[in-house]
């Protein structure tokens, strides 16, 4: 079992930045891969970037590249989302997500087993 706990959120004026942080606690960190996700008011959660358990190979929303940074500290058993030139369409509550096995749906919400309970990121214009 893994618990997975976020930190980092808060407001933030059009054009800022954040740093968010997962510290997972339990079974052995390196062995699973990790996600951010996010989800909006009135929307689904979707996909915001992945990062695979090696950290050798990272995955984003085709409209955040560029401006979010997944990265990972295997010996802080930590995650990270550097979000930059943020906008007021991300905000949203953050989550993180660990998967002990993951397959090419890496995007999905249920390829994964454990989640987070979310941090959130307010944008203001």
């Known amino acids: 079992q893994v618990q997975l706990v976020e930190s980092g959120g808060g407001s933030v004026q059009a054009g800022g930045s954040l740093r968010l942080s997962c510290a997972a606690y339990?079974?052995?960190?390196?062995?699973?891969?990790m996600a951010w996700f996010r989800q909006a008011p009135g929307k689904e959660r979707e996909f915001v970037s992945r990062?695979?358990?090696?950290?050798?190979?990272?995955d984003y929303a085709g409209s955040l590249k560029g401006r979010f940074t997944i990265s990972r500290d295997s010996a802080k058993n930590t995650v990270y989302l550097q979000m930059n030139s943020l906008i007021p369409e991300d905000t949203a509550v953050y989550s993180c997500a660990a998967a002990s096995r993951i397959g090419a749906q890496y995007y999905t919400t249920w390829s994964y087993d454990h989640w987070g309970q979310g941090t959130q990121v307010t944008v203001s214009s």
């Open positions: 990062i695979t358990w090696s950290g050798g190979s990272t």
């Open positions: 339990g079974r052995t960190f390196s062995a699973y891969a």
